[in-house]
């Protein structure tokens, strides 16, 4: 170097040069930008490959000096007689650039805001850390922050600066967040993190945990999403959407696999985009009278196999289906049909690909370092550390960004069970015991009651789902009693013991009486959904229709009855898509549901039965206001196990709507079957599973009895009933 350049790198020392030049220097601000000297100022700025750099004033951009070369791999520095605000000219082989110098602003964070990150209660991190997209001192650009508390070095990196680590060094802020503001990018850039670990270990370049947008697989990295708010015009649905999400409001929900849902066959089996999926979806489902619609995880997720199971993009809808823009679209649209949609949100485990959450800074920063306590065996990913705040608050940030951002209606909570319990699925020496020596996640317990309180505090109407499936008491009991937190739970139990039963051929039936009975002995110990989901048709279990058993006339039968049954029992409903159908073959989540079914009288007349289902249900006060009330429900028959018929009474508060609901779950007709009712007078058959539309026998009790002063059941007036075969019948008192 000459002496005139040592006079331009002032005080620096040649080491922290070399450290600069090398990618290796983790404070990059002492060294670039303008910084005062001999009564005027220094302006140094690193540019690899530049030919030439020349600084200009910003506001007329006219010339102030050229800067020289003072270190060969591109380090230039130039002496102003006093400080000004400048832009630089920036000569490359095959262009010239005129931008603002990202060295040359001030710090970009609050102090608050770095505060609360390190609390863990910043809840609305994706508007401090990731990608911004804002205007600093009149210079628009984007504002990048992340959070390494362990790294020696972090850089932003994308098509912008050659994917070049030692271009675009950040500045490291209080409790380990890195910020760097880059003038002249905006929404629609690539870019990643590329960080140096603690033991100066340069990691892959790592994907933005808290990106709001990602590119479509098989791509990885971040995507800057645009920051103006999206035109929202549900005012009405938001207004209204507490009083239909409560306790004993009809629920009703359709789960999707939005990549599955509707393939584009003569497309090369193309996926369908949101917004194909608001022009089909949406009328389909509300025309069959679901109140709601499940999306199976959309968060973004490197490998479609895992069904969005093993998300990595928390904040981010994946790219596979359409921008950030085209998902609030695809809700918005939901809304003004009527519909809520849930979002399976999974904040258990996450998968360990290089370029993602594991070993983010070189160490286990949202993860457990044991992997007795961090890693699935089932699954194999990664578990994360609710023991430490700034983990615990990303997550709790995460749910409120889908539900304030995406005006999400509610969201459904995979694998609690999986984090309620530090020995779920290990065995002796596997796992490691609480502070208290017992089995249970204390860290996850309180993160659940956290996450519940925040979400009711700040999200009115909005419902949080567990997919728990043990016996832990009170997920759905208020925090402040002792329980979780939850609006509702998944009923596993439900689906399991009445999925037993089912399949089986029913000359056995009887002696599994009681798997169709037992919910109702814990059916009021919790607020629940029945769910039949997307886990009981995959994996070679086959589709709902293959589980029942004998002829094809009897396994649609079956399945008619067993919809029946469930609409008329307890509990909210969740019906996996394709089951609507009867869908013939278990799901694959590369090919569509077989539409081409409809074309059969059958399969259309289970899809007919779901929308009657549906409308009786909303219809009826006796079918969903009491589901959480014990006064509600009355079996009529529970014990008839030689004949296999189960009759429910479901009453309303008022007193005034009363259902009788009767299976027979046999391929034998009951003629002249009595039943005790609680009140005199017409009863009319509103539904009956075997009816011709349905594509069942049409048998049935010609729309309407009257009650005869038969003593049965211990009632005074009774029902002599014709129970069709293998069939699920409705009875309205008026």
Same mark, same amino acid.
């Given at each position: 170097?000459t002496?005139?350049h040592?006079?331009?790198?002032?005080a620096v020392d040649?080491t922290?040069?070399?450290a600069l030049?090398?990618?290796?220097?983790?404070d990059?601000f002492?060294?670039?930008?303008?910084h005062?000297?001999?009564?005027?100022?220094?302006t140094?700025v690193?540019?690899p490959?530049?030919i030439?750099?020349e600084l200009l004033?910003?506001e007329t951009?006219s010339?102030?000096t !050229? /800067?020289?070369?003072?270190?060969?791999d591109g @380090? &230039?520095a130039?002496?102003?007689?006093?400080?000004v605000? $400048? %832009?630089?000219?920036?000569?490359w082989?095959?262009a010239v650039?005129?931008?603002?110098?990202?060295?040359s602003?001030?710090?970009?964070?609050?102090?608050?805001?770095?505060?609360?990150i390190g609390?863990?209660?910043?809840?609305e991190l994706?508007?401090v850390?990731?990608a911004?997209p804002m205007t600093i001192?009149g210079?628009?650009?984007v504002r990048?922050?992340?959070?390494?508390?362990?790294?020696?070095?972090?850089?932003?990196?994308g098509?912008?600066?050659?994917?070049d680590?030692?271009r675009n060094?950040m !500045? /490291?802020?209080?409790g380990?967040v890195w910020e @760097? &503001?880059?003038?002249?990018l905006g929404p629609?850039?690539? $870019? %990643?993190y590329?960080?140096?670990?603690?033991y100066?270990q340069l990691?892959?370049?790592?994907?933005?945990?808290?990106?709001r947008?990602g590119?479509?697989a098989?791509g990885?990295?971040?995507v800057v999403?645009?920051s103006?708010?999206?035109?929202?015009?549900?005012?009405e649905?938001m207004?209204?959407?507490?009083?239909r999400?409560?306790?004993?409001?009809p629920i009703?929900?359709?789960?999707?696999?939005?990549?599955?849902?509707?393939?584009?066959?003569?497309e090369g089996?193309r996926?369908?985009d949101w917004?194909e /999926?608001?022009?089909?979806l949406i009328?389909y489902v509300?025309g069959?009278?679901?109140t709601?619609?499940?999306?199976?995880p959309?968060?973004?997720?490197?490998?479609?196999?895992s069904?969005?199971y093993?998300p990595?993009g928390l904040?981010a809808?994946?790219g596979r289906?359409?921008?950030?823009?085209?998902f609030?679209a695809?809700?918005?649209?939901c809304?003004e049909?009527g519909l809520?949609?849930?979002?399976?949100?999974v904040p258990a485990h996450?998968p360990?690909d290089?370029w993602g959450?594991a070993q983010?800074?070189?160490t286990?920063?949202?993860?457990?370092?044991d992997?007795?306590?961090?890693?699935?065996?089932d699954?194999?990913? /990664?578990i994360?550390?609710?023991?430490?705040?700034e983990?615990?608050?990303f997550?709790i940030?995460?749910a409120?960004d889908?539900?304030?951002r995406y005006?999400i209606d509610?969201l459904?909570?995979?694998?609690?069970?999986?984090?309620?319990?530090?020995?779920y699925s290990r065995?002796e020496g596997?796992?490691v015991p609480?502070r208290?020596?017992g089995?249970?996640?204390l860290?996850a317990?309180e993160?659940f009651?956290?996450?519940?309180?925040?979400?009711?505090h700040?999200?009115?109407g909005?419902?949080t789902?567990?997919?728990?499936?043990?016996?832990?008491?009170?997920?759905?009991?208020p925090?402040?009693?002792?329980?979780?937190g939850?609006?509702?739970?998944?009923n596993?139990g439900?689906m399991?013991d009445?999925l037993?039963?089912l399949?089986?051929?029913?000359?056995?039936?009887?002696y599994?009486?009681?798997?169709?009975?037992?919910?109702m002995?814990?059916?009021?110990s919790?607020?629940f959904?029945?769910?039949?989901?997307?886990?009981?048709?995959?994996?070679g279990?086959?589709s709902?229709i293959r589980?029942?058993?004998?002829?094809?006339w009897?396994r649609?039968?079956?399945?008619?009855?067993?919809f029946g049954?469930m609409?008329a029992?307890?509990?909210?409903?969740?019906?996996?898509m394709?089951?609507?159908i009867?869908?013939?073959q278990?799901?694959?989540?590369d090919?569509?549901?077989?539409?081409e079914l409809?074309d059969?009288a059958?399969?259309a007349?289970i899809q007919r039965?779901?929308?009657d289902l549906?409308?009786?249900?909303?219809a009826?006060?006796?079918l969903?206001?009491t589901?959480?009330?014990?006064?509600?429900f009355?079996?009529a028959v529970?014990?008839d196990q030689?004949?296999s018929?189960?009759?429910?009474?479901r009453?309303?508060?008022d007193?005034?709507s009363?259902?009788?609901a009767?299976?027979?779950?046999t391929?034998v007709?009951?003629?002249?079957?009595?039943?005790?009712?609680p009140?005199?007078g017409?009863w009319h058959?509103?539904?009956n599973?075997?009816?011709?539309m349905?594509?069942?026998?049409?048998m049935g009790?010609?729309g309407a009895?009257?009650?005869?002063?038969?003593?049965?059941h211990?009632r005074?007036?009774s029902?002599?009933l014709?129970l069709?075969p293998?069939s699920?019948?409705f009875?309205r008192?008026t």
């Amino acid at each position: 170097m000459t002496p005139g350049h040592d006079v331009l790198l002032g005080a620096v020392d040649r080491t922290s040069i070399e450290a600069l030049v090398e990618g290796r220097h983790g404070d990059p601000f002492s060294i670039l930008g303008q910084h005062p000297a001999n009564r005027g100022s220094i302006t140094r700025v690193f540019m690899p490959g530049a030919i030439s750099v020349e600084l200009l004033t910003r506001e007329t951009g006219s010339h102030l000096t !050229r /800067l020289e070369r003072v270190h060969a791999d591109g @380090l &230039f520095a130039g002496y102003l007689d006093h400080p000004v605000p $400048y %832009k630089l000219r920036v000569c490359w082989s095959d262009a010239v650039q005129e931008t603002e110098d990202p060295y040359s602003f001030g710090l970009l964070l609050g102090d608050l805001d770095l505060h609360l990150i390190g609390q863990g209660t910043h809840y609305e991190l994706s508007h401090v850390l990731g990608a911004q997209p804002m205007t600093i001192d009149g210079v628009p650009g984007v504002r990048f922050a992340v959070w390494a508390p362990n790294a020696r070095r972090v850089s932003v990196v994308g098509d912008f600066n050659g994917w070049d680590g030692r271009r675009n060094p950040m !500045r /490291l802020r209080q409790g380990g967040v890195w910020e @760097l &503001f880059i003038p002249r990018l905006g929404p629609g850039e690539r $870019y %990643k993190y590329e960080l140096i670990g603690p033991y100066g270990q340069l990691l892959p370049q790592k994907a933005d945990p808290v990106a709001r947008a990602g590119e479509a697989a098989p791509g990885t990295a971040s995507v800057v999403a645009r920051s103006e708010p999206f035109p929202w015009t549900d005012a009405e649905w938001m207004n209204s959407r507490a009083a239909r999400q409560t306790e004993s409001a009809p629920i009703s929900i359709y789960e999707i696999h939005a990549g599955s849902w509707l393939r584009m066959a003569n497309e090369g089996n193309r996926m369908p985009d949101w917004t194909e /999926l608001a022009d089909r979806l949406i009328p389909y489902v509300a025309g069959l009278g679901f109140t709601h619609i499940e999306l199976m995880p959309i968060m973004e997720h490197p490998f479609g196999g895992s069904w969005g199971y093993q998300p990595l993009g928390l904040f981010a809808p994946t790219g596979r289906y359409g921008t950030p823009e085209d998902f609030a679209a695809f809700v918005n649209r939901c809304h003004e049909a009527g519909l809520g949609v849930i979002l399976d949100w999974v904040p258990a485990h996450f998968p360990s690909d290089i370029w993602g959450l594991a070993q983010f800074d070189g160490t286990a920063l949202y993860e457990h370092q044991d992997p007795r306590e961090g890693f699935h065996q089932d699954w194999n990913t /990664l578990i994360y550390n609710l023991g430490r705040n700034e983990v615990k608050g990303f997550l709790i940030a995460s749910a409120l960004d889908w539900i304030e951002r995406y005006h999400i209606d509610g969201l459904r909570v995979d694998a609690v069970a999986s984090m309620l319990y530090r020995d779920y699925s290990r065995q002796e020496g596997e796992w490691v015991p609480n502070r208290l020596g017992g089995r249970e996640n204390l860290e996850a317990i309180e993160f659940f009651k956290h996450l519940n309180s925040i979400i009711t505090h700040r999200c009115h109407g909005v419902i949080t789902i567990a997919e728990e499936s043990t016996a832990w008491p009170g997920v759905t009991k208020p925090p402040e009693q002792g329980g979780l937190g939850f609006t509702f739970k998944w009923n596993m139990g439900w689906m399991h013991d009445t999925l037993h039963y089912l399949e089986q051929d029913p000359i056995y039936r009887s002696y599994n009486h009681g798997a169709l009975t037992f919910a109702m002995v814990y059916a009021f110990s919790e607020r629940f959904i029945l769910p039949l989901s997307h886990d009981e048709v995959v994996h070679g279990k086959g589709s709902l229709i293959r589980k029942m058993p004998g002829d094809e006339w009897q396994r649609f039968a079956n399945l008619r009855a067993y919809f029946g049954y469930m609409w008329a029992h307890p509990g909210k409903k969740l019906l996996f898509m394709g089951g609507e159908i009867a869908q013939d073959q278990e799901w694959n989540h590369d090919s569509s549901i077989s539409w081409e079914l409809l074309d059969d009288a059958r399969h259309a007349g289970i899809q007919r039965l779901m929308r009657d289902l549906n409308r009786i249900y909303a219809a009826e006060p006796a079918l969903h206001a009491t589901d959480n009330d014990p006064d509600g429900f009355e079996w009529a028959v529970v014990d008839d196990q030689e004949n296999s018929v189960f009759a429910m009474l479901r009453a309303a508060q008022d007193g005034r709507s009363t259902i009788l609901a009767v299976s027979n779950m046999t391929p034998v007709p009951r003629m002249n079957y009595r039943i005790g009712v609680p009140r005199a007078g017409l009863w009319h058959e509103i539904l009956n599973t075997d009816a011709a539309m349905y594509g069942g026998g049409n048998m049935g009790n010609g729309g309407a009895l009257h009650t005869e002063n038969v003593s049965s059941h211990g009632r005074s007036a009774s029902l002599a009933l014709v129970l069709p075969p293998l069939s699920t019948l409705f009875f309205r008192w008026t």
